[in-house]
């Protein structure tokens, strides 16, 4: 379940300004809202004390959702449950699938919309306020009250970057008479233009607390606004689930850190519970002597994306201290990937990944099954983890699971990106065991 939210109260519907009044205009918001600025007739209102989120959005259908009067949120750049009711509402309207997700159809249809002005703002199926449910942006806003500066890169001609504020508070059933706010600023313009205005960005950000950078594109130390924006912040936040090409993306993350960029991967959050049952598996005194016989790992996930099978494996070696050594690309229907370690004692360990053609679910690449076996017969070690609703089919072909040790994953009940990202809000240490990680499993990707 994504978290829930307070109500909200609207103090600044979006409201466009020119760039040298962006904080003229917060204050004037604010000012009117203090105790003594508005004469004791309506509850006050704090500015948010808590850190700065920048969010990258290079998909305007938000946008578009908001100017056809479908979305009356914050535009946040933030897919959540309140955009979900949105576009199931413009969905409907326009004839098409009802998926509360974007797509290449939706978004198509929705620029022809706006161009040719076929859609009536009163519609009776619009959007209204809530009506799916308190939207991730305003959850994260319930906790811990911050302002949101949003970039919105758009093609066409070079006309600058315009501006808008807004600013939405949570009603908390404690304190009806003083709320703490959420602001945002939203700036669009093409990506040329939002590099000349980089600058102000940083500005822009809280001095003195925490500043979060969740890149919703590719990363890369070349883009001019990533590195300004990127050192300006104690953590980048990117979802590797998302990207189209993993192995160069993954290894391009790994070159970031090794830059001294602090990198979150949302996607390495969903690892957690397979990671958890792995080691719990060798708990037991008599297993864990027995984790040095393992020498054949198979993992299976579904086929689109094989970052999360890359970077559990390269959890794994890093944690048993195996050196890959050989990388070979089959290919076929399961693009077999077979990865070649060895430990510390020289011995050999053989790794095989599978994507398996399946109904993709809600998050691209998601673990299927693996299994962790030995050549020696004897060894107690054989291991297969599976997940709870795709169950272990193919690891128990052939019968050969059955002298294993099988447990079943419990994924975590909301794997979105934007529910992981309210949860990584709360911290912004670096993940050492994730950077260690993803060395490893940049090391792999190098031999391909």
Not at 105 to 114: D, G, N
Not at 147 to 155: A, D, K, M, N
Not at 156 to 183: F, H, W
Request: hydrophobic residues 40%.
């Amino acid at each position: 379940m994504a978290p829930q939210s307070a109500p909200l109260v609207s103090l600044q519907a979006p409201k466009d300004v020119s760039l040298n009044e962006i904080n003229a205009e917060l204050s004037k918001i604010w000012s009117s809202y203090s105790a003594s600025g508005n004469g004791g007739t309506s509850p006050t209102a704090t500015r948010a004390a808590t850190f700065s989120l920048v969010v990258y959005e290079p998909e305007e259908t938000q946008q578009l959702l908001a100017a056809l009067g479908y979305y009356t949120g914050p535009v946040d750049g933030i897919y959540g449950p309140r955009m979900q009711a949105a576009l199931r509402s413009a969905q409907t309207a326009l004839g098409l699938q009802e998926t509360g997700k974007p797509n290449p159809e939706t978004l198509a249809k929705l620029r022809q919309a706006m161009t040719e002005k076929q859609i009536s703002q009163s519609n009776e199926q619009g959007y209204i306020l809530d009506a799916g449910g308190a939207g991730i942006a305003d959850a994260i806003a319930s906790q811990s009250p911050c302002r949101v500066i949003s970039l919105f890169p758009i093609g066409g001609e070079d006309e600058g970057v315009t501006a808008q504020l807004s600013a939405y508070c949570p009603v908390k059933k404690q304190n009806r008479s003083s709320l703490i706010c959420c602001e945002y600023i939203s700036l669009k313009g093409t990506d040329t233009a939002l590099d000349r205005v980089g600058g102000l960005v940083q500005s822009l950000l809280i001095g003195g607390l925490p500043k979060f950078l969740w890149w919703k594109a590719v990363p890369h130390a070349n883009i001019e606004l990533f590195q300004r924006l990127a050192s300006a912040c104690n953590s980048v936040i990117v979802d590797s689930s998302q990207y189209l090409d993993a192995q160069t993306e993954l290894s391009n993350l790994q070159d970031l850190i090794a830059q001294g960029t602090n990198i979150v991967d949302l996607n390495w959050r969903r690892l957690a519970a397979w990671q958890e049952l792995t080691a719990e598996a060798f708990d037991p005194p008599t297993r864990r002597e027995a984790l040095k016989d393992v020498d054949k790992v198979t993992l299976d996930y579904e086929k689109g994306n094989p970052a999360q099978a890359l970077m559990f494996l390269g959890w794994l070696a890093s944690r048993l201290q195996w050196q890959p050594v050989a990388f070979e690309s089959e290919g076929g229907d399961y693009d077999l990937k077979r990865i070649k370690f060895v430990n510390s004692e020289q011995r050999s360990i053989q790794a095989e990944l599978a994507a398996i053609p399946t109904h993709p679910g809600d998050v691209a690449g998601d673990l299927i099954d693996l299994k962790l076996a030995s050549t020696n017969l004897q060894a107690d070690c054989c291991t297969v983890l599976c997940s709870e609703t795709r169950g272990c089919m193919r690891m128990e072909a052939g019968g050969g699971a059955q002298s294993c040790r099988i447990q079943h994953v419990t994924p975590l009940q909301d794997q979105s990106s934007e529910t992981l990202l309210s949860q990584q809000l709360q911290r912004w240490d670096q993940d050492v065991l994730y950077t260690e990680s993803l060395a490893v499993t940049a090391q792999i990707l190098k031999l391909a």
